[in-house]
């Protein structure tokens, strides 16, 4: 054991008044108090409320500002898919647009399911007029649609083969303006 009688009486200062020890700790034959015992269902109530917070979160509808993005995608979504196949836009189905979303190469995956959710979310508004066979079949036919299936992205780079040339006829007069620059007096 530690010499050090500052040391020992630290860890006496812990042990219960009147109980014998040995070398500091309390011999065997002293009662052991356990710590208090938790109820567990006070542990599990936690996490339940938690899961049950976010499942009410997740049925919720949309918030206002997603609404708004999604209502701007459906119809814009409408329109370019008009424009394709050269119909009115009152005429587009949503077998259209699913084909549309499956040909595009210029869309990415995330993009295309971006624009699947807006169609979904256009499907269940009651203020989009559908009839209720078209809402149901479209339902069908959009959560079949796997945005990964389908005509994959084709990666179209902007850009000149050789970004920094210089034409050679320019070079004459730029290098002699460049040197004139240079060998005139510096203010």
């Known amino acids: 054991m ?22 500091g700790h309390p011999s065997p034959e002293s009662p052991q108090i356990a710590p208090p ?10 996490p339940t409320e938690r899961l049950s917070s976010w499942y009410e979160s ?4 949309v918030t206002d500002k997603t609404a708004v993005s999604y209502r701007r995608n459906y119809f814009m979504l409408v329109d370019r898919t008009a424009a394709a196949i050269n119909l009115d836009p009152d005429f ?5 647009l699913i084909e549309q979303l499956r040909a595009d ?3 990415t995956d995330g993009t295309k399911s971006t624009y699947r959710a807006a169609i979904v979310w256009a499907l ?15 339902l069908e036919l959009i959560s079949a649609f796997n945005p990964r299936q389908g005509a994959a992205q084709e990666i179209k780079r902007n850009g000149r083969v050789k970004a920094r040339a ?5 070079l004459g007069p730029l290098l002699n303006g ?6 005139s007096p510096q203010s």
Do not use: C, M, W, Y
């Open 58 to 61: 997740a049925v919720q509808p």
């Open 178 to 183: 460049l040197l004139a620059a240079r060998s």
């Open 124 to 138: 269940k508004q009651p203020s989009i007029d559908f009839l209720p066979a078209d809402r149901e079949k479209g």
């Open 166 to 170: 210089i034409p050679e006829q320019d």
């Open 37 to 46: 015992i938790q109820d567990p269902l006070s542990q599990a109530d936690a």
């Open 92 to 96: 587009v189905t949503v077998a259209d």
């Open 105 to 107: 190469t210029t869309l």
């Open 2 to 23: 530690n010499s050090n009688q500052d040391l020992n009486r630290s860890s006496q200062a812990n042990d219960s008044v009147g109980e014998p020890t040995h070398n």
